[in-house]
């Protein structure tokens, strides 16, 4: 199946982020720690350059713990931070302070050679949607914490959050868009909910899903579903699983749609287990 994208307004978007990242000493990059690979934008090497970079690999309770693992080593071997992270419940955001301050040490170097002393690091969020920006700067924010308002001169207009007396970050985050280098990039965007399901046949995404997870995690599907184990991976695992499931149509016939639908919520939910799509060895 072809897996589009309708980037729309996301030229505006690009040059406002390339002005905002003149504000900020150093890009937090979220990135799906399921499709680490997909979930990046490229051009953000290019927009942030001499800026401090890191990367947070967000929903990593959704992620193979063990890929997880080598994404962390693949970046630091990059020489880029990077960090897991589960912005939804917060795992993971403590050691973020002490990861910035390391990050933007030269700069912390440089203020303090110049006698400038506390001024906070300011940051900004980007990511492709849907990756957890708004979910991140929520709850790393917390409660406590107060917009610092207007400077007017210095920030014109834009809102900061102060996260700590060393740390403010831009409150509108960049919205980057993913870069579709090939069909594959959009198929797996589609798999993690990225991609409007509104443009997706849901019958033929779940039939790619369960030809692409079978290499990775051969089983996986057949045992949350308890299939038989030689049930072929076409469209017979559908009828398999809306069977299991009950969904039937008026005449008896198993509802195949819905099937797919279950099929892709249970993925998504993370009910299948916890799954990576891409891991550094695909680079
Ligand atoms: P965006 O600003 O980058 O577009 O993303 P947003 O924060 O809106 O998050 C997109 C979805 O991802 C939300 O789910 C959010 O709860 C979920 N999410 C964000 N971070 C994490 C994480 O670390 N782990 C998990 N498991 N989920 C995460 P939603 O279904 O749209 O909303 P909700 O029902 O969860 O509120």
Not at 128 to 137: A, E, L, M, Q, W
Request: with cysteine.
């Amino acid at each position: 199946m072809n897996y589009q994208w309708y980037p729309g307004h996301m030229t505006k978007a690009k040059r406002q982020m390339s002005e905002d990242i003149k504000l900020i000493d150093l890009i937090i990059e979220i990135t799906d720690a399921r499709v680490a690979i997909s979930s990046r934008n490229p051009d953000i090497d290019e927009l942030g350059k001499g800026k401090a970079r890191l990367v947070l690999l967000n929903k990593s309770d959704l992620a193979d713990p063990e890929v997880n693992k080598k994404w962390a080593e693949y970046y630091k071997s990059k020489g880029i931070y990077a960090l897991e992270v589960n912005s939804k419940s917060g795992a993971g955001l403590k050691a973020i302070q002490a990861t910035v301050n390391e990050a933007c040490k030269e700069k912390i170097e440089r203020d303090r050679k110049r006698g400038i002393k506390n001024r906070p690091i300011r940051a900004m969020v980007v990511g492709i949607p849907n990756v957890g920006k708004s979910t991140f700067i929520n709850s790393f924010a917390g409660k406590a914490v107060a917009k610092t308002g207007n400077k007017p001169g210095v920030t014109k207009g834009k809102q900061w959050i102060k996260m700590s007396k060393s740390l403010e970050l831009l409150d509108t985050p960049g919205i980057l868009w993913p870069k579709f280098e090939d069909n594959a990039t959009g198929m797996k965007l589609a798999f993690i909910g990225s991609i409007n399901d509104e443009i997706i046949v849901t019958e033929e995404m779940a039939l790619d899903f369960v030809k692409y997870i079978d290499r990775l995690y051969p089983e996986a599907v057949i045992r949350h579903y308890e299939l038989a184990p030689d049930t072929p991976t076409d469209h017979r695992i559908l009828e398999e699983i809306g069977k299991k499931r009950g969904c039937l149509m008026s005449g008896g016939e198993t509802d195949i749609v819905k099937a797919a639908r279950i099929l892709m919520d249970d993925y998504r939910a993370g009910r299948l287990g916890r799954m990576s799509l891409e891991s550094p060895e695909m680079l």
